[in-house]
């Protein structure tokens, strides 16, 4: 395999999806870039690699060895990796090429990579901390630290962020958060306005991080899925899924038949129940009650069944390396069937109340509209994206077993309003209905779990998973035997990072009371992108 333009040798990473991993030299990092954009493909993910050489030096800082950048094309994910070499340095900071100017997404990844690892994007003109309030020495990089010896760190002066101002006549500013008036998560918003139309919104995210990728190369690899399922508590399935598949990648494990086909089926349970929340919510945001009740009722159910038959509502801990955690009978399976028909016969009958309500669609038409070519050049992503012509889905591009052999429909639109990630929403339901009921129907026999033995060198591995928000991915390197066999680095990547600033533009020349709507049109994870 190969990006166009480039000569480089990639190596096939053992994952059911399509994943190379090359190392680049500077030209070449900045070269693959515009290579990918030229043919159509998007930046997935962007962070500092392994911290040095995995050990511990007395005295010494140690420093990120490498800068790494996954992309999407037609034929898969290119792993990247830039070393990080001495000539690189200047003055105390290490550099690489700024990739903001060819993916705007790459911005703030490239931000929170100079807060947790010490790294600069030479060139970048936003260079404002991310994820670092100023409660962090300036010398201070969480991934810098020996994980066997972390220190804590004095809490330094808070600095006041430097939102970016607006001027002119009339133009005041509305400053929302962090702490919500409900129990969300916190992010604060600064809106610029003039009387109640929004003429720009700037987000200060990163007060839920909890230094996650530092606390998993304190963690055995067979035992860090759990933390990878509480990195975003409503993704849970997908996290532990794509963390399993990186790890199982890494030790070259092939899970058994009905194992994967299990974890599709978790997926796609963990995919309506947040739909059916969603659609309750925007309902709810647009005055109409009715609908919150309804698609409440439902997912309450849904939970429920997901409880009974798996032994934890939202599936927490069920995926687990090698498989899953146990099996499931035919009378369970029965009760999943039954309740798919059930569910799906009121959904259907509350999207023809949804779309016959005259008030609720002229609340949703035309608002918060984010067009093709934007979400395109801003790469949006997941349902969001597909809600605004970007036909991504992991499940129809690069399906792998048992999606391999389903003919998954994907859900578009073209609109870029909130009717359109409304629409989504309700095709995904449908489909999601569809393929768990051909789950059930025809999931092999055998076992659900198998033994993972961990490499003697050190290895590398990566997940690949469509989310219900979107595709996450999970780039994972193991040290060695020698080493115990611990991870040096694990970078978890939520599609919140690409689709938080495509938010601020789907605000713009709307009003302020419609941005609870727009925002729950999203609907994106805080804790999944500060970390």
């Known amino acids: 395999m190969r990006i166009p333009g480039l000569d480089l040798e990639f190596d096939a990473l053992p994952a059911p999806v399509p994943i190379w991993h090359a190392q680049v030299t ?13 043919e159509g493909g998007r930046l997935l993910a962007l962070w500092a690699g392994p911290i040095g050489d995995g050990k511990s030096t007395a005295g010494v800082a140690r420093e990120p060895a490498f800068m790494c950048a996954a992309y999407v094309t037609l034929e898969g994910t290119f792993w990247l990796s830039l070393p990080l070499a001495p000539l690189a340095q200047i003055g105390r900071q290490l550099v690489y090429p700024d990739l903001a100017t060819v993916f705007p997404a790459a911005g703030r990844m490239q931000r929170a990579a100079a807060d947790l690892s010490g790294v600069h994007a030479q060139g970048a003109q936003d260079l404002r901390p991310w994820l670092n309030h100023g409660a962090w020495p300036a010398d201070h990089y969480p991934l810098q630290q020996d994980p066997d010896k972390l220190t804590l760190v004095e809490a330094t002066e808070l600095v006041n962020y430097p939102f970016v101002h607006v001027d002119g006549d009339g133009v005041h500013e509305i400053a929302v958060g962090p702490v919500h008036a409900g129990i969300i998560e916190p992010g604060h918003f600064r809106f610029s306005v003039v009387g109640e139309k929004v003429l720009r919104l700037e987000q200060r995210l990163g007060y839920t991080h909890k230094g996650t990728e530092q606390r998993m190369t304190q963690l055995a690899p067979l ?3 759990r933390l990878a399922g509480r990195v975003s508590g409503d993704t849970t399935v997908a996290y532990a899924w794509a963390y399993c598949m990186a790890l199982e990648s890494a030790c070259q494990t092939t899970v058994p038949e009905r194992a994967a086909w299990l974890r599709a089926l978790m997926l796609e349970r ?32 849904w939970l429920r069944a997901s409880g009974v038959v798996f032994g934890h509502r939202l599936m927490m801990d069920c995926i687990v390396p090698g ?40 609340r949703f038409m035309t608002t918060g509209r984010v067009t093709p070519a934007l979400a395109s050049r801003l790469g949006l992503t997941g349902l969001a994206g597909r809600a605004s012509s970007q036909a991504w889905d992991l499940r129809c591009d690069h399906p792998w077993p048992p999606y391999s052999g389903m003919d998954v429909a994907m859900a578009t639109h073209h609109n870029g309003d909130v009717a359109a990630r409304v629409a989504v929403r309700f095709d995904e339901v449908f489909e999601s209905m569809r393929l768990i009921r051909r789950t059930l129907d025809e999931m092999p026999a055998g ?9 003697q060198q050190p290895a590398r591995g990566a997940g690949w998973v469509e989310g219900w928000r979107g595709e996450l991915f999970v780039a994972l390197e193991l040290a060695g035997a020698d080493q115990a066999n611990r991870i040096r680095r694990c970078h978890l990547h939520d599609p919140s990072w690409q689709n938080w600033p495509v938010l601020e533009h789907a605000i713009m020349g709307n009003i302020v009371p419609d941005f609870p ?4 049109s999203f609907n994106l994870s805080y804790s999944g992108q500060d970390l």
């Open 223 to 225: 035992q860090a899925s």
């Open 323 to 362: 498989g899953v955690k146990s099996d499931i009978d035919r009378a369970q399976c029965d009760l999943l069937v039954q309740q798919c028909d059930a569910v799906e016969q009121e959904v259907r009958t509350l999207f023809t109340i949804y779309e016959a309500h005259a008030g609720l669609q002229d």
């Open 270 to 301: 963990e995919r309506i129940a947040n739909h059916l929340g969603d659609l309750g919510a925007l309902g709810n945001d647009a005055a109409f009650a009715f609908g919150l009740a309804q698609f409440s009722r439902l997912r309450e159910d």
């Open 26 to 38: 500077t030209e070449q990092w900045q070269s693959a870039a515009t290579a990918v954009r030229d």
């Open 447 to 455: 076992e659900v779990s198998c033994p993972v033995q961990l490499p």
């Open 517 to 520: 709507l727009i925002n729950k």
